[in-house]
Nanobody
Framework: QVQLVESGGGLVQAGGSLRLSCAAS????????MAWFRQAPGKQRTLVAR???????VYADSVKGRFLISRDNAKNTIYLQMNSLKPDDTAVYYC????????WGKGTLVTVSS
């Protein structure tokens, strides 16, 4: 099985930046897609950004131009650089791995104050 561990969340003022990391371990398939999702209290979990093994990316419209997803295959790690943060970005951010099924990390909390 695959295990995912997120890190890098915290409290930041509006306009600031944070960088999240997700380290994968276990029986990793090199062709798997990996992604970041987020879920605010009382809201549905939604896609933030997804990346393929070759670095092809997809972003939610709400974060285009502000967030950047990247992948280091040698380290089995993905990152999410978040810039120009807004209070609406406040959520628990989850790492996701997909091959034959979804695998989820436990999440890391990002809080953006106004």
């Amino acid at each position: 099985q695959v295990q995912l561990v997120e890190s890098g969340g915290g409290l930041v003022q509006a306009g600031g930046s944070l960088r999240l990391s997700c380290a994968a371990s276990g029986s990793i398939k090199s062709g798997a897609y990996m992604a970041w999702f987020r879920q605010a209290p009382g809201k549905q979990r939604t896609l933030v950004a997804r990346i393929s093994v070759n670095g092809i990316t997809v972003y939610a419209d709400s974060v285009k131009g502000r967030f950047l997803i990247s992948r280091d295959n040698a380290k089995n790690t993905i990152y999410l650089q978040m810039n120009s943060l807004k209070p609406d970005d406040t959520a628990v951010y989850y790492c996701n791995y997909f091959w034959n099924a979804d695998v989820w990390g436990k999440g890391t909390l990002v809080t953006v104050s106004s």
